[in-house]
């Protein structure tokens, strides 16, 4: 499974983006997942999507971030309103076909990921 993210770049505090996560594969046979790693820091949950279309959200997003899919496009997305400098991060999408909802938040249970892209936002 092959996972393409875009859609980072420079924004203000309070402002918006929305990521995309391009997938070779049907999103939905897979748990889809937004993980994000500052410099210096380990990789961190932000959302999860699952099979039948549950989402989680870590605590710092929730309210902010909405994790979607579109099966159609075999994309994932994750949009990200009222950001704050703390977002700034690289994100990451993983995917992984056979997750319980307790691997869900941590990056090690996925077996596929794409390459980041970068968040920046100013105060």
């Known amino acids: 499974v092959q996972l393409q993210a875009s859609g980072g770049g420079l924004v203000q505090a309070g402002g918006s983006l929305r990521l995309s996560c391009a997938t070779s594969?049907?999103?939905?046979?897979?748990?889809m997942g937004w993980f994000r790693q500052a410099p210096g820091k380990e990789r961190e949950f932000v959302a999860a999507l699952n099979k039948s279309g549950g989402t989680y959200y870590a605590d710092s997003v929730k309210g902010r971030f909405t994790i979607s899919r579109d099966n159609a496009k075999n994309t994932v997305y994750l949009q990200m309103n009222s950001l704050e400098p703390e977002d700034t991060a690289v994100y990451y999408c993983?995917?992984?076909?056979?997750?319980?909802?307790?691997?869900?938040?941590?990056?090690?249970?996925?077996?596929?990921w794409g390459r980041g892209t970068q968040v920046t936002v100013s105060s």
């Open positions: 594969a049907r999103t939905r046979n897979y748990v």
């Open positions: 993983g995917a992984d076909g056979a997750l319980i909802t307790s691997s869900y938040s941590n990056p090690i249970h996925y077996d596929y």
